[in-house]
Protein backbone atom coordinates (compact mmCIF):
# COMPACT_ATOMS: atom_id res chain seq x y z
CA UNK A 1 0.00 0.00 0.00
CA UNK A 2 1.32 3.28 -0.95
CA UNK A 3 0.52 5.95 1.97
CA UNK A 4 -0.21 9.35 1.15
CA UNK A 5 2.02 12.10 1.70
CA UNK A 6 1.12 14.75 3.65
CA UNK A 7 4.11 16.46 5.13
CA UNK A 8 2.93 19.58 5.48
CA UNK A 9 2.08 19.71 8.93
CA UNK A 10 -0.28 22.13 9.89
CA UNK A 11 -0.52 24.93 12.67
CA UNK A 12 -0.59 24.07 16.40
CA UNK A 13 -1.65 27.10 17.34
CA UNK A 14 -4.84 27.84 18.84
CA UNK A 15 -6.99 30.38 18.42
CA UNK A 16 -8.14 31.28 21.93
CA UNK A 17 -7.37 35.05 21.78
CA UNK A 18 -10.98 36.34 23.13
CA UNK A 19 -9.48 34.44 26.27
CA UNK A 20 -6.68 36.46 26.82
CA UNK A 21 -5.97 39.43 28.35
CA UNK A 22 -3.17 41.81 29.06
CA UNK A 23 -0.31 43.26 26.57
CA UNK A 24 3.68 43.90 27.34
CA UNK A 25 5.17 46.65 25.39
CA UNK A 26 8.69 46.29 24.60
CA UNK A 27 10.84 47.98 22.25
CA UNK A 28 12.44 45.26 19.08
CA UNK A 29 16.49 45.48 18.69
CA UNK A 30 17.97 43.97 15.67
CA UNK A 31 21.23 42.30 16.38
CA UNK A 32 22.78 39.75 14.12
CA UNK A 33 25.30 36.32 15.14
CA UNK A 34 26.70 34.14 12.42
CA UNK A 35 28.40 30.79 13.58
CA UNK A 36 29.73 28.64 10.57
CA UNK A 37 29.86 25.13 12.08
CA UNK A 38 30.84 21.30 10.55
CA UNK A 39 27.85 19.37 11.89
CA UNK A 40 27.47 16.37 9.28
CA UNK A 41 26.70 19.14 6.20
CA UNK A 42 29.94 19.14 4.58
CA UNK A 43 32.80 22.23 4.95
CA UNK A 44 32.29 25.25 7.19
CA UNK A 45 31.07 28.48 5.18
CA UNK A 46 29.91 32.18 6.06
CA UNK A 47 26.78 33.28 4.27
CA UNK A 48 26.27 37.05 4.57
CA UNK A 49 23.33 36.53 2.33
CA UNK A 50 21.97 34.02 5.30
CA UNK A 51 22.54 36.43 7.50
CA UNK A 52 20.40 39.16 5.54
CA UNK A 53 17.82 36.93 5.18
CA UNK A 54 17.26 36.69 9.11
CA UNK A 55 17.93 40.26 9.83
CA UNK A 56 15.01 40.79 7.49
CA UNK A 57 12.43 39.07 9.40
CA UNK A 58 13.16 40.52 12.78
CA UNK A 59 13.57 44.12 11.59
CA UNK A 60 11.75 47.16 10.37
CA UNK A 61 7.66 47.42 9.63
CA UNK A 62 7.81 44.00 7.74
CA UNK A 63 9.39 42.26 10.72
CA UNK A 64 7.68 38.91 11.69
CA UNK A 65 9.44 37.76 14.96
CA UNK A 66 11.70 39.20 17.73
CA UNK A 67 14.46 36.84 16.65
CA UNK A 68 15.09 33.78 14.78
CA UNK A 69 17.46 30.94 14.57
CA UNK A 70 18.47 28.98 11.38
CA UNK A 71 20.65 25.49 10.40
CA UNK A 72 21.93 25.33 6.36
CA UNK A 73 23.54 22.67 5.43
CA UNK A 74 24.26 21.78 1.71
CA UNK A 75 27.21 21.65 -1.41
CA UNK A 76 27.93 24.39 -0.32
CA UNK A 77 28.54 23.90 2.95
CA UNK A 78 26.88 24.21 6.59
CA UNK A 79 26.03 27.35 8.33
CA UNK A 80 24.33 28.24 11.50
CA UNK A 81 23.06 32.04 12.53
CA UNK A 82 20.99 34.38 14.22
CA UNK A 83 19.31 37.61 14.58
CA UNK A 84 17.04 39.46 16.74
CA UNK A 85 16.45 39.46 20.42
CA UNK A 86 15.96 36.19 22.48
CA UNK A 87 14.36 37.78 25.40
CA UNK A 88 12.82 41.32 25.41
CA UNK A 89 12.64 41.78 29.14
CA UNK A 90 16.42 41.27 29.36
CA UNK A 91 17.68 42.32 26.19
CA UNK A 92 18.91 39.06 25.73
CA UNK A 93 20.12 38.69 21.93
CA UNK A 94 19.15 35.38 20.10
CA UNK A 95 22.22 32.95 19.90
CA UNK A 96 22.34 29.74 16.81
CA UNK A 97 21.25 27.30 19.10
CA UNK A 98 18.50 29.01 20.96
CA UNK A 99 15.76 26.14 21.74
CA UNK A 100 12.50 26.95 21.18
CA UNK A 101 9.00 24.76 20.82
CA UNK A 102 8.59 23.43 17.15
CA UNK A 103 5.21 23.09 17.59
CA UNK A 104 4.12 20.82 14.32
CA UNK A 105 7.48 19.82 13.57
CA UNK A 106 6.69 17.51 16.97
CA UNK A 107 4.25 15.47 14.33
CA UNK A 108 7.12 13.66 12.72
CA UNK A 109 8.88 12.71 15.92
CA UNK A 110 5.93 11.13 16.94
CA UNK A 111 5.51 9.48 13.25
CA UNK A 112 8.97 8.41 13.48
CA UNK A 113 8.15 6.51 17.08
CA UNK A 114 4.98 4.70 15.32
CA UNK A 115 7.42 3.83 12.40
CA UNK A 116 9.61 2.24 14.96
CA UNK A 117 6.61 0.16 16.81
CA UNK A 118 5.13 -1.37 13.43
CA UNK A 119 8.42 -2.36 12.08
CA UNK A 120 8.94 -4.08 15.41
CA UNK A 121 5.36 -5.94 15.41
CA UNK A 122 4.34 -3.80 18.56
CA UNK A 123 1.47 -1.93 16.53
CA UNK A 124 0.19 -1.97 12.95
CA UNK A 125 -0.90 1.06 11.40
CA UNK A 126 -4.42 -0.34 10.62
CA UNK A 127 -5.41 -0.61 13.73
CA UNK A 128 -7.85 1.34 15.02
CA UNK A 129 -8.37 3.87 18.18
CA UNK A 130 -10.84 1.15 19.48
CA UNK A 131 -8.17 -1.82 19.54
CA UNK A 132 -6.01 0.02 21.50
CA UNK A 133 -8.34 2.89 23.66
CA UNK A 134 -11.40 1.39 24.14
CA UNK A 135 -14.39 3.34 24.57
CA UNK A 136 -12.31 6.63 23.67
CA UNK A 137 -14.21 7.80 21.00
CA UNK A 138 -17.17 6.64 20.07
CA UNK A 139 -16.63 5.72 16.28
CA UNK A 140 -12.97 4.74 17.37
CA UNK A 141 -14.15 1.45 15.48
CA UNK A 142 -13.87 3.17 12.31
CA UNK A 143 -10.55 5.37 12.49
CA UNK A 144 -7.16 3.57 12.55
CA UNK A 145 -3.28 5.09 13.65
CA UNK A 146 -3.14 5.53 9.71
CA UNK A 147 -5.98 8.06 9.66
CA UNK A 148 -5.12 10.07 12.45
CA UNK A 149 -1.38 10.57 11.60
CA UNK A 150 -1.94 11.49 7.95
CA UNK A 151 -5.01 13.72 9.07
CA UNK A 152 -7.40 11.81 7.18
CA UNK A 153 -9.34 10.85 10.68
CA UNK A 154 -12.30 13.14 9.91
CA UNK A 155 -11.69 14.08 13.54
CA UNK A 156 -12.60 17.88 14.49
CA UNK A 157 -9.53 20.31 14.85
CA UNK A 158 -8.93 21.64 18.36
CA UNK A 159 -8.57 25.10 16.05
CA UNK A 160 -11.82 24.66 15.02
CA UNK A 161 -13.21 24.19 18.21
CA UNK A 162 -12.11 27.50 19.38
CA UNK A 163 -13.67 29.49 17.28
CA UNK A 164 -16.84 28.72 18.84
CA UNK A 165 -16.49 27.20 21.91
CA UNK A 166 -20.13 27.14 23.37
CA UNK A 167 -21.30 25.86 20.00
CA UNK A 168 -19.21 22.76 20.72
CA UNK A 169 -19.72 22.62 24.41
CA UNK A 170 -23.68 22.52 23.83
CA UNK A 171 -23.33 18.83 22.31
CA UNK A 172 -21.68 17.67 25.38
CA UNK A 173 -24.95 15.79 27.04
CA UNK A 174 -21.95 14.45 29.87
CA UNK A 175 -23.43 17.18 32.50
CA UNK A 176 -20.26 16.44 34.70
CA UNK A 177 -17.61 16.90 31.89
CA UNK A 178 -19.70 20.11 30.33
CA UNK A 179 -19.03 21.31 34.25
CA UNK A 180 -15.35 20.34 34.41
CA UNK A 181 -14.62 21.73 30.71
CA UNK A 182 -16.55 24.94 31.55
CA UNK A 183 -14.72 25.14 35.06
CA UNK A 184 -11.04 24.70 32.93
CA UNK A 185 -12.14 27.45 30.43
CA UNK A 186 -12.60 29.75 33.12
CA UNK A 187 -9.19 29.13 34.78
CA UNK A 188 -7.84 29.83 31.08
CA UNK A 189 -10.15 32.93 31.18
CA UNK A 190 -8.35 33.97 34.32
CA UNK A 191 -4.70 33.02 33.45
CA UNK A 192 -3.56 31.60 30.01
CA UNK A 193 -0.65 30.09 31.04
CA UNK A 194 -3.06 27.12 32.75
CA UNK A 195 -1.47 23.97 31.71
CA UNK A 196 -4.19 21.58 30.51
CA UNK A 197 -3.84 18.18 29.51
CA UNK A 198 -4.81 17.22 25.77
CA UNK A 199 -7.10 14.51 26.91
CA UNK A 200 -9.88 17.37 28.09
CA UNK A 201 -9.99 18.31 24.40
CA UNK A 202 -10.18 14.85 23.04
CA UNK A 203 -13.35 14.38 25.51
CA UNK A 204 -14.62 17.36 24.16
CA UNK A 205 -14.20 16.04 20.36
CA UNK A 206 -15.65 13.07 21.21
CA UNK A 207 -19.26 14.35 21.07
CA UNK A 208 -18.63 16.23 18.13
CA UNK A 209 -19.59 14.61 14.62
CA UNK A 210 -16.72 13.17 12.29
CA UNK A 211 -16.42 15.89 9.54
CA UNK A 212 -16.29 13.23 7.13
CA UNK A 213 -15.67 9.53 7.05
CA UNK A 214 -12.02 8.35 8.02
CA UNK A 215 -9.97 7.78 5.19
CA UNK A 216 -12.13 10.33 1.97
CA UNK A 217 -9.91 13.03 2.37
CA UNK A 218 -7.71 15.50 4.29
CA UNK A 219 -8.61 17.91 7.33
CA UNK A 220 -6.13 18.30 9.88
CA UNK A 221 -6.61 17.48 13.70
CA UNK A 222 -4.69 17.70 16.68
CA UNK A 223 -6.69 15.65 18.17
CA UNK A 224 -5.78 13.05 16.25
CA UNK A 225 -2.45 13.37 16.98
CA UNK A 226 -2.76 13.74 20.70
CA UNK A 227 -4.81 10.27 20.26
CA UNK A 228 -2.30 8.67 18.01
CA UNK A 229 0.42 9.86 20.79
CA UNK A 230 -1.86 8.13 23.67
CA UNK A 231 -1.91 5.16 21.55
CA UNK A 232 1.88 4.94 21.04
CA UNK A 233 2.35 4.97 24.22
CA UNK A 234 0.16 1.85 25.80
CA UNK A 235 1.05 -0.04 22.73
CA UNK A 236 5.13 0.51 23.55
CA UNK A 237 4.09 0.20 27.44
CA UNK A 238 6.24 3.38 28.31
CA UNK A 239 5.00 6.79 28.71
CA UNK A 240 5.97 9.17 25.43
CA UNK A 241 8.95 11.31 27.25
CA UNK A 242 10.83 8.00 28.38
CA UNK A 243 10.05 6.68 24.57
CA UNK A 244 11.35 10.21 22.70
CA UNK A 245 14.28 9.67 25.56
CA UNK A 246 15.37 6.67 24.69
CA UNK A 247 14.89 5.77 20.85
CA UNK A 248 15.60 9.41 19.20
CA UNK A 249 17.07 11.75 21.58
CA UNK A 250 20.09 9.76 23.40
CA UNK A 251 20.69 7.50 19.72
CA UNK A 252 21.02 10.93 18.49
CA UNK A 253 22.99 12.80 20.97
CA UNK A 254 20.20 15.86 21.03
CA UNK A 255 21.36 17.24 24.00
CA UNK A 256 19.27 19.87 23.58
CA UNK A 257 15.79 18.20 23.04
CA UNK A 258 13.65 17.60 25.51
CA UNK A 259 9.16 16.37 25.82
CA UNK A 260 8.01 19.87 26.60
CA UNK A 261 4.64 20.13 25.49
CA UNK A 262 3.39 22.95 27.67
CA UNK A 263 3.99 25.51 30.57
CA UNK A 264 7.70 27.30 30.48
CA UNK A 265 10.32 26.24 28.77
CA UNK A 266 12.80 24.12 31.18
CA UNK A 267 16.94 25.19 30.84
CA UNK A 268 18.02 27.54 28.31
CA UNK A 269 15.55 28.83 25.63
CA UNK A 270 14.46 31.66 24.02
CA UNK A 271 11.17 33.37 24.93
CA UNK A 272 8.20 33.11 22.50
CA UNK A 273 5.79 36.51 21.92
CA UNK A 274 2.47 37.34 19.70
CA UNK A 275 3.54 40.83 17.89
CA UNK A 276 0.39 43.01 18.58
CA UNK A 277 -1.14 45.54 16.15
CA UNK A 278 0.60 48.33 17.88
CA UNK A 279 4.08 46.73 17.23
CA UNK A 280 3.67 45.39 21.53
CA UNK A 281 4.58 42.26 22.24
CA UNK A 282 2.94 39.39 24.51
CA UNK A 283 4.93 37.14 26.22
CA UNK A 284 3.06 33.70 24.89
CA UNK A 285 5.70 30.86 25.43
CA UNK A 286 3.19 29.27 27.72
CA UNK A 287 -0.04 29.62 26.24
CA UNK A 288 0.30 25.89 25.29
CA UNK A 289 -2.58 24.23 26.94
CA UNK A 290 -4.03 21.15 25.37
CA UNK A 291 -0.82 20.43 23.60
CA UNK A 292 0.40 16.90 24.01
CA UNK A 293 1.98 15.03 21.19
CA UNK A 294 1.20 17.56 18.46
CA UNK A 295 3.70 19.94 19.57
CA UNK A 296 5.64 18.73 22.54
CA UNK A 297 9.22 19.20 21.27
CA UNK A 298 11.74 21.64 22.44
CA UNK A 299 14.93 21.96 20.70
CA UNK A 300 17.34 23.62 18.73
CA UNK A 301 17.52 24.26 14.99
CA UNK A 302 20.78 21.93 14.62
CA UNK A 303 19.01 19.13 16.68
CA UNK A 304 15.70 19.50 14.28
CA UNK A 305 18.28 18.88 11.41
CA UNK A 306 19.98 15.99 13.44
CA UNK A 307 16.57 14.70 13.82
CA UNK A 308 15.46 14.62 10.30
CA UNK A 309 18.63 13.67 8.73
CA UNK A 310 18.66 10.39 10.69
CA UNK A 311 14.95 9.71 9.55
CA UNK A 312 16.47 9.22 5.72
CA UNK A 313 20.26 7.81 6.68
CA UNK A 314 18.25 5.38 8.21
CA UNK A 315 19.83 6.41 11.68
CA UNK A 316 16.67 5.70 13.24
CA UNK A 317 16.07 2.37 11.24
CA UNK A 318 12.90 3.84 9.22
CA UNK A 319 14.10 5.27 6.14
CA UNK A 320 11.90 3.09 3.84
CA UNK A 321 9.05 3.50 5.90
CA UNK A 322 8.98 6.87 6.23
CA UNK A 323 9.89 7.38 3.01
CA UNK A 324 6.73 4.99 1.63
CA UNK A 325 4.84 7.27 4.06
CA UNK A 326 5.45 10.78 2.61
CA UNK A 327 6.06 9.72 -0.61
CA UNK A 328 9.44 8.91 -2.17
CA UNK A 329 10.79 12.17 -3.06
CA UNK A 330 8.61 14.42 -0.96
CA UNK A 331 7.97 16.88 -4.38
CA UNK A 332 9.04 20.36 -5.01
CA UNK A 333 7.48 21.81 -1.98
CA UNK A 334 10.69 24.65 -2.07
CA UNK A 335 9.97 25.82 -5.37
CA UNK A 336 13.76 25.28 -6.65
CA UNK A 337 15.17 22.62 -8.37
CA UNK A 338 15.01 19.18 -6.80
CA UNK A 339 12.74 17.49 -4.73
CA UNK A 340 12.15 18.47 -1.11
CA UNK A 341 10.06 17.11 1.94
CA UNK A 342 8.43 20.35 4.14
CA UNK A 343 7.19 21.03 7.61
CA UNK A 344 5.57 23.72 9.16
CA UNK A 345 4.85 24.12 12.63
CA UNK A 346 3.06 27.28 14.37
CA UNK A 347 1.90 28.62 17.83
CA UNK A 348 1.13 31.47 19.97
CA UNK A 349 4.72 32.13 20.17
CA UNK A 350 6.46 30.41 17.30
CA UNK A 351 7.29 29.59 13.75
CA UNK A 352 9.32 26.41 12.51
CA UNK A 353 9.78 25.43 9.18
CA UNK A 354 11.90 22.88 7.83
CA UNK A 355 12.84 21.09 4.04
CA UNK A 356 15.45 18.31 3.56
CA UNK A 357 15.66 15.81 0.55
CA UNK A 358 15.28 12.14 0.71
CA UNK A 359 19.41 12.01 0.70
CA UNK A 360 19.51 14.40 3.56
CA UNK A 361 22.39 16.21 1.43
CA UNK A 362 20.40 19.88 1.70
CA UNK A 363 18.79 20.55 4.84
CA UNK A 364 17.43 24.07 6.15
CA UNK A 365 15.75 24.75 9.63
CA UNK A 366 14.32 28.07 10.34
CA UNK A 367 12.55 28.63 13.58
CA UNK A 368 11.30 32.30 14.98
CA UNK A 369 9.94 33.02 18.50
CA UNK A 370 7.30 35.57 17.51
CA UNK A 371 4.05 35.48 15.46
CA UNK A 372 1.81 38.36 14.43
CA UNK A 373 -1.44 38.60 16.01
CA UNK A 374 -2.79 39.22 12.39
CA UNK A 375 -1.36 35.66 11.50
CA UNK A 376 -3.81 34.19 14.01
CA UNK A 377 -5.90 32.13 11.28
CA UNK A 378 -2.85 31.40 8.84
CA UNK A 379 -1.10 27.73 8.40
CA UNK A 380 1.64 29.73 7.19
CA UNK A 381 3.64 33.12 7.55
CA UNK A 382 4.60 34.09 4.11
CA UNK A 383 7.39 36.10 4.62
CA UNK A 384 8.40 32.96 6.58
CA UNK A 385 8.25 31.02 4.35
CA UNK A 386 10.05 32.45 1.77
CA UNK A 387 12.95 32.88 3.91
CA UNK A 388 12.68 29.11 4.38
CA UNK A 389 12.64 28.03 1.14
CA UNK A 390 15.47 30.54 0.29
CA UNK A 391 17.97 29.03 2.71
CA UNK A 392 17.33 25.56 1.28
CA UNK A 393 17.39 26.63 -2.07
CA UNK A 394 20.41 27.81 -2.09
CA UNK A 395 22.04 25.84 0.69
Known amino acids: MRFQRL ?53 GPQRVAPGATAYVSGPHGTWVGSAGIANVKTGQEMWPD ?35 LPGLLPYGSKITI ?40 ARLRANPNTPVDPIWLIRLAAWQPLLFTPGLRYSHSNIGWNIAGMIVARAAGQSLPTLYRDRIFKPLGLTHTSYQPQGPIAGPHAEG ?31 EATFLRATVDNKLHIRQALLLFYGWTGGNQARCPGNAFQGVGAGAASWAYAYYNASASRIAVLLLNGRLASSANRTSEPKAAAAAASLYCNA
Do not use: C
Open 273 to 303: YQINATGTLTDTTAWTFGKGADGAIVTDAAD
Open 146 to 185: LELETDTSGLIDDNTMAQDPAKYLARVKDATLREQLEAIA
Open 7 to 59: FALRSGFSRRSSLLAGLAAAALVATAIAIPLSLGGGTTTSRPGFQRILDSLVS
Open 98 to 132: ARLRIQSLSKAWLLAVTLQLAQEGKLSLSDTVAHW
